[in-house]
């Protein structure tokens, strides 16, 4: 099946065009610097360790559906590069690791965001929240750059 996706005419165009696995590639970071710059934001609030905004109010709303629309840049992106390596990312043990982080780390965010609009102040299961959430996006990032060098 993966060797398949491969040979798909939207992987190849991935794989042998000039641009796209650069440009994907692009998108892909400025997906992952949104979403994540604004819930590492949100957790260090959490956490007590950045003050300055409220993480419960309107603004932070908006800024938590900026970080969705970067999380969809990123699986939308992303499954366009893997398109180009499906049968090898299968088996790359940080890719896996990765993926596992980001599925987590994405619904500990939505249940977090969801947990602040009806509490006022971040509780203690809140910062616990936070801090599983800071450790997995670092642990996702951190698996992503790995990929290129685990074979």
Known sequence: MFEWL???PLAMWVSLSLWAYPALLSAHIVGLSTAVGIYVMRDLSCLGLVSGFSITGAAFRRLHRLALIGLLINVISGFLLF???ASLLVTNTPFLIKMACVVSASLIAIRLQARLVVEEEATTGLKGLAAGSLLL?????VAGRLIAYWG
Do not use: R
Request: proline content about 0%; charged content about 10%; overall charge negative.
């Open 137 to 141: 996006w670092m642990s996702a990032i």
């Open 6 to 8: 491969e040979g798909t």
């Open 83 to 85: 398109t180009s390596q």
